[in-house]
């Protein structure tokens, strides 16, 4: 079966336990960078479609450890992020109230 898909650093070990050969290569920067932005909609989506709960906080920790991944690939660790984030928050606020803006008129 073919893939062609950026996988968890363990997976080949996994694949291989099972019984299976997994043929692997290694990505430079560019296209490291191009496979994780398109897990990142993978797993979104995934998120999107989860059934319940708990698939969709399988989800959301996908989403996170690609985030993690590409804020690295960025310069920035994820404490950094996070120091990020929080600015962000204290500045405008989180998402937290549920607000949703309808229209804004003159």
Sequence with gaps: ???NKLVRDRIPE???DSGKKP???KLNKQEYTEAARTKLSEELSEYTNARNDEEAVE???D???LIYALSSIHGAS???LEQVRKTKADNRGGFRERIYL???TE
Aim: no cysteine.
């Design 1 to 3: 079966m073919i893939y």
């Design 14 to 16: 996994i694949i291989a």
């Design 23 to 25: 043929v692997i290569s």
């Design 59 to 61: 989800e959301l920790a």
């Design 63 to 65: 989403l996170m450890e």
């Design 78 to 80: 994820p404490e950094k």
């Design 102 to 104: 309808k229209e804004v």
